[in-house]
């Protein structure tokens, strides 16, 4: 990819999300930066109340209610708070609290349309989870709401908060890497994903992410992170993808592939290849982006850069932000991106803070959370039905 690629303009295939890049024509909120922001998190499980650990560490941010429709989990999530939240069992009884300026929502993939556009109407700002929203209709209709919203939407990719990653992606638009040719992307683990269930009728309430009527499976819970991370590197949105899975190793139910093997296409003659396995874990979680001038690797809180050609023992750095410094090559790592950042989870929610109090769009919004879901839903038709499947220029024409 030529670097003058990442001014240009947007492609015809993207036009019609890209027209919407600055929703809020006028975002209005009554918070400032000595207001306590009160918290509704709506999905109090694994994710949900994990984020609600963290807010207690940040000023004028405060838990004040959680709802989820298992109470244990409920429970469970709110005993993470350390602020009294209250427990609500219906997500509606949470939003008519007036007292609730924001809510994560941190609920199955299949629900994320339908309650965040009723937090949306509500009056709430809004932190939705990855993936936005599960097929065409889910993300249209949510798109549609946020346009004309003057609330603050931010889509939970926390890696488009990272301070790594914001540092590196600058660094490749300056041209370290070169002319890219290649992303290869991975995320791999070994392990089943299912989840212990104290009762058969709550399996499907507990292990979604097994079932493709609740669940993107891999490739929404894991690859949308990555994906979201090519389109923001490139300025683009792939113009097909093709790809490949099955359940191949865990024989246990499931209908959500246990790997998944996907090359998108993008209008610059980019190929990303993302490949997400649970039966081995080597190297685990890793971004290559692959250039004529060399490469660089990153993972959730290291990145390397890869020079091509002849490497020396020591240089100055200027890839580390900190200018003359001696950087050592390493022969397995490469040279080190060292930069000072936070847990991209506790940065995502550092920003989504900021955003309510300034007034701000938030980096990771709801244009690059839609164009991160198109792509999913594009994986997942490509797979379930053995296809080449295409961007679809009409798909949001009229949003």
Not at 371 to 393: F, H, P, R, S, T
Request: proline share 3%; with cysteine; aromatic share 10%.
């Amino acid at each position: 990819m030529k670097r003058r690629a990442f001014i240009k303009k947007t492609t015809v295939a993207t036009a019609g999300i890209a027209g919407t890049s600055y929703l809020y024509g006028n975002i209005l909120s009554n918070i400032n930066a000595n207001t306590t922001i009160n918290i509704g998190v709506i999905g109090t499980g694994v994710r949900g109340s994990g984020l609600m650990s963290m807010i207690n560490g940040i000023d004028h941010v405060n838990v004040i209610a959680g709802c989820d429709v298992l109470p244990f989990r409920l429970n469970k999530g709110l005993a993470k708070a350390n602020s009294k939240p209250k427990g609500y069992s219906d997500y509606r009884k949470l939003l008519d609290n007036k007292d609730i300026d924001a809510v994560i929502v941190a609920t199955p993939f299949n629900t994320h349309s339908k309650i965040t556009i009723d937090a949306l109407d509500a009056g709430k700002h809004v932190f939705c989870e990855k993936t936005l929203a599960k097929g065409y209709d889910g993300i249209r209709d949510l798109v549609n709401k946020a346009k004309h919203s003057k609330n603050i939407f931010q889509t939970g990719h926390q890696y488009h908060s990272s301070r790594l990653y914001t540092h590196v992606v600058d660094l490749i638009k300056e041209g370290k890497v070169g002319d890219i040719t290649a992303f290869e992307c991975q995320w791999n683990r070994h392990g089943n994903w299912r989840r212990p269930v104290p009762d058969p009728k709550f399996e499907k309430a507990i292990n979604w992410r097994m079932y493709r009527e609740f669940s993107g499976g891999l490739t929404a819970e894991l690859g949308s992170h990555q994906i979201d991370f090519v389109n923001w590197v490139l300025n683009e949105t792939p113009n097909q993808v093709m790809g490949i899975g099955g359940v191949d190793y865990w024989k246990d139910g499931r209908e959500t592939y246990d790997n998944v093997h996907l090359i998108y296409s993008y209008p610059n003659g980019v190929k990303a290849n993302f490949t997400y396995l649970t039966s081995n874990a080597k190297d685990g979680y890793q971004i290559k982006v692959i250039g004529d001038k060399g490469t660089i690797i990153i993972d959730m809180k290291n990145a390397w850069f890869y020079p091509e050609g002849k490497k020396k023992n020591k240089v100055l750095g200027d890839v580390d932000g900190v200018s003359g410094a001696t950087v050592q090559w390493d022969k397995d790592k490469g040279y080190k991106i060292d930069v000072e950042h936070l847990d991209p989870s506790k940065q995502a929610l550092l920003d989504f803070k900021s955003s309510i109090t300034n007034n701000k769009i938030p980096e990771s919004n709801v244009v690059t959370g839609a164009k991160a879901a198109v792509c999913v839903q594009m994986g997942l038709d490509a797979m379930y039905k053995n296809d080449i499947v295409k961007w679809d220029e009409t798909l949001f024409k009229n949003s």
